[in-house]
């Protein structure tokens, strides 16, 4: 009697063997539609997202007459009442139902076994990003979906044919556009097995013109402003430090916001390389001023001593004059009538007449440009500063050349 109870229970374990091995894994095929995402944080690096969910499989069991057509399906509430797919999603942070007026959830099933679910759900999700190119950056944003418990021997998801991802046509993002979404499947092999995965790839563009507005002019505006003080007279003092400190606490503050509603990453960023330049030639403007004042002084130093100098030549010659004087009375010099071809005077007269003579020279447009900026004649602070007016807004335009085609191409390049 033993003996033929166990042979049962083999002869049972072989016929399951053999029901798995023929009827291999339930197969559950998923659609979603993407009613809204509502914020993409860059800080915590997370968008939330309103969707949709639907999932559709064949379970055999649940076979019914339809009445000769009558029953197009049966609709259920309560998901407890049938057998469900073991799904989850990988990389949520949070997420809830919507059981505004009614719980959002029906579940159909069709006469020949056929079982829909669908449910509106409400989910915040990880989405980690690479920021070197903020703000003229793009982000992929992911939407992952696997089995919990069952391997692909039992349960395998499969995206349905046709349209698998739907997304409403009026999607508003306030600094994102979404520029397309790719399905994929993303499997991951575990000590307990392999297990299926679906994944939706979203490609969200960020909108540069925000950028633009708040932080890319203001602060050429701010560089802008420093080099007034390249204008302004060498002995207003109170005003050009005034100015440059100005400017200079305002470029860090507007710095510090910028960074305040970011994440702190370990890699360089584009506003980053912006923001730096800027504050730098701010900077630079407030230096220029020390080293103009310091060599103000220094020239002012300088023309005290020449001052002295020119008083103690000129208390030399008087002395000098006052023993000609003594002298004059016994001798004196017959001057001549006719001047000797040597003489000084007949040579500057001889030179005028050369230069008179000599073919007008062609206007030149830089030199005439240049001439309205004179360097040579003036003090070396006020040649400082007529420097600075040319060198600061030539240096500044070169590193926009550079900063955009460097960025706007890197950008190219990874798209």
């Known amino acids: 009697m033993i003996h033929n109870h166990t042979r049962k229970l083999k002869n049972d374990q072989l016929n399951r063997k053999k029901i798995c091995i023929t009827d291999g894994p339930a197969v559950v095929r998923i659609n979603l539609f993407v009613r809204s995402i509502a914020t993409i944080s860059d800080i915590k690096m997370e968008y939330s997202v309103q969707l949709t969910f639907r999932e559709q499989w064949l379970d055999e069991r649940l076979k019914f007459n339809d009445v000769g057509g009558r029953l197009k399906y049966l609709t259920l509430t309560e998901a407890n009442r049938v057998w469900m797919p073991d799904l989850f999603f990988s990389n949520e942070k949070e997420g809830h139902f919507h059981n505004i007026i009614m719980p959002n959830v029906y579940i159909r099933i069709f006469p020949f076994g056929s079982v829909l ?42 995206w349905k044919e046709g349209d698998p991802v739907q997304v409403v046509k009026n999607l508003h993002l306030p600094r994102f556009t979404l520029e397309k979404f790719l399905t994929d499947y993303c499997n991951s092999k575990t000590n307990t097995g392999e297990y299926s995965c679906l994944k939706v790839d979203l490609l969200f ?28 007279d060498q002995g207003a003092v109170p005003a050009r430090v005034s100015l440059g400190v100005t400017t200079l606490l305002t470029m860090a503050t507007q710095t510090s916001g910028i960074n305040a509603s970011l994440p702190p990453v370990s890699y360089t960023k584009a506003i980053d390389v912006w923001t730096g330049v800027c504050l730098t030639f701010v900077f630079g403007a407030l230096l220029e001023f020390a080293l103009v004042n310091y060599a103000s002084r220094s020239d002012l130093h300088r023309e005290n001593m020449k001052k002295k ?76 500063d007529v420097i600075s007016r040319i060198t600061f807004p030539l240096v500044f335009a070169l590193f926009n050349l550079v900063y955009w085609s460097t960025y706007l191409f890197r950008e190219e390049e990874e798209t």
């Not at 979906?145 to 021997?153: K, P, V």
């Not at 007269?349 to 447009?365: A, D, I």
């Open 117 to 158: 679910y669908s449910i509106r759900i409400s989910l915040t999700l990880a989405c980690p990003m690479n920021l070197k190119l903020y703000p003229l950056d793009r982000q992929v944003c992911s939407l992952r979906m696997a089995s919990y418990g069952w391997t692909t021997d039992d349960l395998v998801f499969l």
């Open 205 to 232: 563009k960020r909108e540069f013109s925000y950028y633009l507005i708040q932080i890319y002019i203001p602060c050429c505006m701010l560089v802008i402003v420093s080099w007034v003080s390249f204008w302004l």
């Open 309 to 384: 100098r020119r008083e103690l030549e000129q208390a030399s010659l008087d002395a000098a004059s006052d023993l000609l004087d003594t002298d004059s009375n016994a001798t004196f010099a017959m001057k001549p009538l006719v001047r000797h071809p040597g003489d000084p005077l007949a040579l500057e007269k001889l030179r005028q007449c050369e230069v008179h003579m000599q073919p007008p020279k062609r206007p030149n447009c830089c030199r005439s440009w240049l001439s309205k900026f004179p360097t040579r004649n003036c003090s070396r602070s006020k040649r400082i």
